[in-house]
């Protein structure tokens, strides 16, 4: 699905420029000024909140741009939107990774009963119509989720679905080349902004492991470099496969990935001393 082809050469002309301009983002102002534009014209909208990592594993980052006071990034708990994002990607994979539209009544969105306590929160309340599409990486496993909230009905047609699958690539391209927010970056420790992972455990000894790993998130990489589950390494070191994910959450925060490819391509470059 896509623009009608009756469009009119003066829109695919703006279109066209539009596509063009996702080139040039290089700042959040930026993307936040791209938004306010001519995408208003195909995809009216007041917030969009991009999300992405491993919505398998739960190890979401995300972003909010809106031009509403309060509505950013750094005022929303990912404690209470990893959730809510992971089930609208479940969602939105279970409808064969289709743009839908969320419910939307005189309260508000879905996601408000979620206890968003914050400017956000009080926003969605005064949206009517909402569209949620997605991009799947299916070589890095980093995918992407896109939800887009507008006060005006009109995100609720086909002509909204079909714009949002053509400019999505752009906007998805447009967003990767911003760099993180300042609380996006850290290594170690859930800083406000990033996703929740299993409470940390004591510190590491001296390993010439610059990332940090404990002998046990070690000794499971090991395990992981060489192709097991989670459940074959849980029988090994007899823990649970729930604790192997556990302990793979924290591993790939402090590695600064999203899978298992990643982590072992990254722990492989550590030094010999600082491995088993």
Not at 81 to 105: H, I, S
Request: hydrophobic letters at 40%.
């Amino acid at each position: 699905m896509g623009f009608p082809a009756s469009l009119a050469s003066e829109d695919l002309n703006r279109c066209f420029q539009l596509m063009q301009e996702a080139v040039g983002v290089r700042r959040h102002f930026d993307l936040l000024m791209w938004l306010q534009g001519d995408m208003q014209r195909y995809l009216p909208h007041e917030i969009m909140v991009a999300a992405w990592g491993d919505f398998h594993l739960g190890l979401v980052y995300h972003d909010i741009v809106s031009a509403l006071p309060g509505v950013r990034t750094q005022h929303a708990s990912s404690e209470t939107l990893t959730p809510l994002l992971k089930g609208l990607f479940e969602r939105w994979a279970a409808f064969g990774k289709k743009p839908y539209t969320l419910d939307a009544g005189e309260s508000g969105f879905l996601m408000e009963d979620g206890g968003i306590k914050c400017a956000l929160g009080g926003a969605l309340k005064e949206m009517r119509s909402s569209i949620v599409h997605g991009i799947s990486d299916e070589r890095g496993r980093h995918d992407c989720l896109y939800v887009i909230f507008s006060t005006q009905p009109a995100l609720d047609t086909p002509l909204s679905k079909g714009a949002l699958e053509v400019l999505l690539p752009y906007i998805d391209t447009a967003l990767r080349q911003v760099a993180h927010l300042p609380h996006q970056r850290g290594k170690n420790g859930a800083d406000k902004g990033e996703p929740l992972v299993a409470p940390a455990e004591a510190p590491a000894e001296e390993n010439g492991d610059e990332y940090g790993l404990s002998a046990r998130e070690r000794e499971i990489m090991d395990w992981v470099r060489m192709g097991k589950t989670n459940h074959e390494i849980g029988s090994i070191l007899d823990i649970s496969a729930f604790t192997v994910k556990n302990h793979l959450q924290r591993i790939f925060k402090k590695l600064g990935v999203f899978n298992r490819t990643q982590a072992v391509t990254r722990f492989e470059k550590i030094p010999a001393n600082g491995r088993i």
